[in-house]
């Protein structure tokens, strides 16, 4: 059993990279670096540079039907599908996709949706600003009502990176 126990966590990982670059490949217009970073799953060594980057503008907001097909995609049977729409949300209107991604961080899949979302609350909050403190309380609702499954480092050191970017500013 304990050998069993690597070897299912790195075909794991195999198959999430696999399956990500997948869909990239099917979807060269819709490549950007934000999907490219969703086959990284947050790890407990913080990374430097993607961490504390400059935020970037807010990009144009995505017309409504865009963001309607996003959201109905993060529950999609396909996680190819799903973690490209998680991804995705990071740069739609915050107050249509900070409901879903708090969601998905609670509730959605380990081991990639949370992950995911957890990034793309990240994102969010620096690239459109958190005063009003919603996205911290989403990332905070992660930590206090998460289950076993909640990587709960990561996801205060998410928080600290916010509430840190909004001190700086």
């Known amino acids: 059993m304990e050998r069993r126990t690597p070897l299912l966590i790195g075909v794991s990982t195999i198959a999430v990279v696999a399956i990500v670059a997948a ?22 060594a913080p ?4 961490l504390t980057s400059a935020p970037e503008a807010a990009s144009p907001a ?7 097909k996003l959201i109905a995609d993060t ?12 991804t995705a949300l990071a740069d ?10 708090g969601r998905i961080l609670t509730n959605g899949e380990p081991e990639v949706d949370r992950p995911l979302a957890l990034r793309s609350l990240r994102d969010l909050a620096l690239n ?8 911290r309380d989403a990332v905070r609702s992660a930590i206090y009502h998460g ?21 700086s500013h």
């Open 23 to 44: 869909y990239l490949a099917a979807h060269p217009a819709q490549t950007n670096v934000r999907v490219a970073e969703a086959s990284a799953v947050p790890s407990a």
């Open 47 to 50: 990374s430097a540079a993607p």
């Open 62 to 68: 995505a017309p409504a039907m865009d963001v309607a």
């Open 75 to 86: 529950s999609s049977g396909d996680a190819a599908k799903r973690a490209a729409a998680i």
């Open 92 to 101: 739609a209107p915050r107050d249509q996709a900070l409901p879903v991604l």
């Open 128 to 135: 459109q600003g958190d005063a009003d403190g919603a996205i």
């Open 147 to 167: 289950d076993d499954f909640t990587k709960v480092d990561d996801v205060q050191e998410v928080l600290d990176i916010i509430e840190e970017s909004l001190a």
